[in-house]
């Protein structure tokens, strides 16, 4: 199977800057998410790097009849119109397991947004596990793969840092990378 992602990710124009780390446990987040292209060039890349990379997603995705096919390619439905401790629930099943990997769009929806959700942050301080900042440039048709970054006790420090990486990188749809980050909204 990695051999077919591999080849299918050359024939599509696309490579890989970078590599995820040799971590056994972290979250990467994806960004910028602007299209339904994203899921599946991070599908092929995920399986072109033999990684099992988990991931959360709205779950008007997981109906019949491709509900199965969702879970089946590591997919967790998540109802957003539900107010659940998410963070928790993320960091429990961090804890329950030796190895986990966790993707993550931190905008939590293809529109443009004034400001990113903070919950990738808040799972990986509690879970204490490294952030990997992948970025889909289409512009170059590269996945850019950042070293692990280790959240500090300076949440407004950290998104800059993580945001600053992200400005240079262009979705499918360009939209612009917020400046700023309101750290009293706790999604």
């Not at 990997?132 to 950042?146: A, H, W």
Request: hydrophobic share 45%; proline share 5%.
């Amino acid at each position: 199977m990695q051999r077919i992602a591999k080849w299918l990710f050359k024939c599509l124009g696309w490579r890989i800057i970078g590599k995820l780390p040799d971590d056994k446990k972290y979250i990467v987040i994806v960004a910028p998410h602007t299209s339904n292209w994203d899921l599946i060039i991070c599908i092929i890349a995920r399986a072109s790097l033999g990684a099992n990379v988990k991931f959360l997603a709205k779950h008007q995705l997981f109906v019949f009849p491709f509900g199965w096919f969702f879970r089946w390619l590591g997919g967790t439905p998540v109802n957003r119109t539900q107010h659940a401790n998410r963070i928790d629930a993320a960091v429990a099943v961090f804890n329950q397991h030796d190895e986990f990997i966790l993707g993550l769009a931190p905008e939590g929806t293809r529109s443009p947004v004034k400001r990113w959700k903070q919950g990738f942050y808040h799972i990986a301080r509690k879970a204490k596990v490294p952030i990997v900042m992948l970025g889909l440039d289409y512009s170059t048709k590269q996945i850019r793969l950042n070293k692990p970054f280790w959240s500090s006790d300076d949440i407004e420090q950290d998104f800059s840092h993580i945001l600053d990486y992200y400005k240079t990188i262009k979705g499918r749809y360009p939209k612009v990378i917020p400046d700023f980050i309101q750290t009293h909204d706790l999604d």
